[in-house]
């Protein structure tokens, strides 16, 4: 069983930046594509960046292409995504997930493993 844990959300002003970590109990996360996704209130979950299993490739939102970054430590079990150039459109609680595939999609239905979520509030 694969367990998700986020942390590094917070309450941040416009234009700052806020960095998320997400790490995983499990042994096989060097062969799992990871992605994160998140949901404001009253809205559904959406996604926001994916990394296949190596870190070679990495998909984006159109929203948040050239602000957001996404990483991954294989050694550390961990996968990031740096976020810059916050705005308030960007609050809302950000989810980590796992695919126990190598290859990263933008779908939400294609990920079987999720975190409990960390908030991240931007201030106008």
């Known amino acids: 069983q694969v367990q998700l844990v986020e942390s590094g959300g917070g309450l941040v002003q416009a234009g700052g930046s806020l960095k998320l970590s997400c790490a995983s109990s499990?042994?096989?996360?060097?062969?799992?594509?990871m992605g994160w996704f998140r949901q404001a209130p009253g809205k559904e979950r959406e996604f926001v960046a994916a990394?296949?299993?190596?870190?070679?490739?990495?998909i984006y939102a159109d929203s948040v292409k050239g602000r957001f970054t996404i990483s991954r430590d294989n050694a550390k079990n961990t996968v990031y995504l740096q976020m810059n150039s916050l705005k308030p459109e960007d609050t809302a609680v950000y989810y980590c997930?796992?695919?126990?595939?190598?290859?990263?999609?933008?779908?939400?239905?294609?990920?079987?493993?999720w975190g409990q979520g960390t908030q991240v509030t931007v201030s106008s």
């Open positions: 997930a796992g695919r126990e595939v190598p290859g990263a999609t933008t779908r939400i239905g294609d990920y079987g493993y």
């Open positions: 499990g042994r096989t996360f060097g062969s799992y594509a």
């Open positions: 990394i296949n299993w190596s870190g070679s490739s990495t």
